[in-house]
């Protein structure tokens, strides 16, 4: 099987399924750009044993509250008022945390687009960082040669979810004492500007951005390293399935799924795979792990107009706030304390 309807609609990319031949997909007549190939999946016989970390009883609601204030906003893509509504939002949050936030505003020249992204750093008791991100535009769905494609798009799941469930965590994991130092990313740009996702080349503004200049700031001795990223995409419907993205680094996977078994939430996770292209690409390509938590195998609300708050649900907020909370301590051990 290989997602080739979806291939041609979609700003998260599916290119390939498990078992597949990956290659150029529907896009025969052109070169396809290097890119890391979807691997196996893991051995889910083979868990390690974590102890669970439960997020608070009410973090599902509160960040429920939070999907519903930002697509109250109404579509958040760049240069609509909810997007400039939004990022105040965010901002406004984290900093009544006490968190400083960076934002790094810049205009893409070949687009002539305006892109913000936003972070926040957590400290640890040591500078290397894990990255937990989201991308907080959402899709733009005006202006399509296709009546089809044009309707109004609120991004219940696909964007205000992980945004929300980042500034429900936020306070959670500043009480948590760390070795490793955590960063709150929100990237703008990831969705594609074409209606099809066309090889990711008019997308991921922001994840290529921050992975660019992060990159420059390492060489200037400015910045400590990342050691592995963590990616939040669609994280908040009814129905959720978080499925096994298989771009995602094999440890990391492995990880996710022991986290999903340690809280009994498994039925939430992996039970289909599929690899997906997401803000975690920018990252493999120069080399820093990531995994990327995604519903969108099988996700019938995708880039539709009835991605809204009426298909999701605070208990999948809250699921997947245990499986991060519970995966985090695991990742800092391998990939900040023992190295890599
Ligand atoms: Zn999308």
Redesign the pocket.
Known sequence: MRASSALGCC??GLVACIGAAVAGGGFAATPAPERPAAQQTIDKRATTPLPPVRAPADLGDEAFAHVRALTGFGPRHSGTPGWSQQLDYIERHLRALGLEVRRDTWTDRKELLTFTNLSAVIPGRRPERIVLACHHDT?CMQGHADPAHNFHFV?AN??ASAVALLLALAPVLQRAEREATLELVFFDG??SLDWAWNEGVRALFGSKRFVQRHRDALLLGQEARIEALILLDMVGRADLHIQEELYSTERLRQIVWSAAVACGHQRHFYQRAEAASDDHKPFLDVGIPAVDLIDLNGNPY??TEQDTIEHMAPASLQITADVVLTMLPEVERVYVLAGR
């Open positions: 700003a998260i899709k991004g696909d964007g990831e969705e995708w880039h």
